[in-house]
């Protein structure tokens, strides 16, 4: 108790030094706690699932069978596309099961509006999943039988959704309506999933199965817009099952078209975020840029503590004439930066109460995914780790006092060590800066740069309905006095857009061309430049941009040119 004492009576005396230090400390903590917890929160992908080193994603890289170049347009540049075809999950399960244990096809493809009754259940997302779902990922049934995910439009709910929509009574055997259309039963309730899966946050899981197949499926002719997760029999047979998928695929479908060659391999799935170079990219930007402020915030404590040592070093002599030992002023030092950063980590809890929303915004992930029991020791490290940093070494400084300083003022003519610290410290900020304002000037780039449409005004809808009422409802808006245009498109503005092999003169492959089909209202609407031509009028007109000019080498113009199938009208 009587170093407590001590300690509010120095910090009461200080109390400028003790605000600037406890600033300091409360943006350091609040900033590399959550820095730390982002980081921690990516590299447990996928850990939620019992044994999760079995569970394995397949994928697939296309390659040019005359250079061996990898063509990573199809993949978004990660160099592979981890959607296959509906069927390659039961086929690998059943040819070779010597190392598949169970395998599940998987969907993600859906977001039509979710209604209970006439009730809308706003931000609802779900995924699309065969039988096979919770047996191959470990997802623990809490009530209904997993097997009837086999029925068609059966539907089992998280146990958090179920509780928000349906409170205490038993949803089983409620029904769901997909845009007022499809009805779905549910057929049991399954313990929540964390975020931090390939699949994301999902409120239900919708049987896949429909008139003998899957939806949206066409087996080994295409639509390859499944995931395909195995469940291995032991770990280490991801090897073997690569040495094989490709035998296996090949008696289904061709492997090898007009020179360019599919490979298909599975990967482990705690291995598949981190796979990705953006990914590791992003990770060791925040882990440098939290420990450089982190690093920062300790550096202020430290020097601030040590600008205050010749006005505090009678107060030490004292405690020393009244026998005190080294090791009780380094004790009553250590609970002062205690004290300190015990009330940052307050403020810190109470800014994130104030700003969670904006700080959810800024990261892309719920607090309530980040600071989890699993995770909770990253900030208790954290503020432990500030403790030691920000404590020993000004508390040891402290200690290390004469006693004979009770009699005369303290000087200490060794200032090179300070100097160095001070350095460190101007070159501490000078590199957070540095990073802060690159990456204003990217936010600014990203934000204002040329799209090639106008983006003022521009807002879109999406909608699950056959073409004549999407067209009656397009009519409608259009008559409205505060609407400039409206247009229709298959795909979203910045969405993925169907894709097919583009052809060059020769009738070589050359690249993946991405298209999306839209109606005559949507250059207009979209502010889209026409700088040859004009614009869409009937069926089969078709525009391209600069790139697929150059790249089919149309140095005469594009209009009136063969592109595949299509025939550009500009």
Known sequence: MRYLYYTIQTLRRGRTSSFIKLLSLTLGLLVGVLLFAQIAYELN??????????LVLARCAIYNEETGARNDADAGGSGYDHTVYDVMAPTLAEEMSQWVESATTVSDFGGKAVYLDDKLLDNTRYIMADTAFFRTMGIEVLEGDRRDMGRENAVFLSQSFAKEVFGDESPIGRE??????????VRGIYRDMPDNTFLGHYDFVRSIHAGGGYVFGNGWKGNDIFYAVLRLRHAEDVDAVNAGIDRVIGRHTPLSYDGWRTEFSVISLPDLHTDSPDTRQRLAILGFLGFAIFFVSAMNYILISIATLSHRAKAVGVHKCSGAGEGQVFTMFMLETVAMVLAAAVLSVLLLWLFGGVVEELLGTPLASLFTWQTLWVPLLTVAVLVVVAGVLPGRMFARIPVTQVFRRYTDGKKGWKRGLLAVQFAGVSCVLGLLMVTALQYNMLMHRDMGFRVEGLVQAECWMDVERAQGVSDYLRRQPYVEGVGQAANSVLGQYWTQPLYGND?????????????RHYTRTMGIEIIEGDSLQKL??????????????WTDGAVGKQLNDFHPGG
């Open 176 to 185: 769901l309506t997909l845009n007022k259309q499809d009805r779905l039963t």
């Open 45 to 54: 992908y996928e850990r939620c699932y019992p044994e999760p080193d079995r």
């Open 540 to 553: 089969g007109d078709v525009l391209v941009n600069e790139e697929v000019v150059r790249l089919m080498k």
């Open 507 to 519: 009738g070589k492959r050359i690249a993946t061309l991405n298209f999306n089909i839209v109606d």
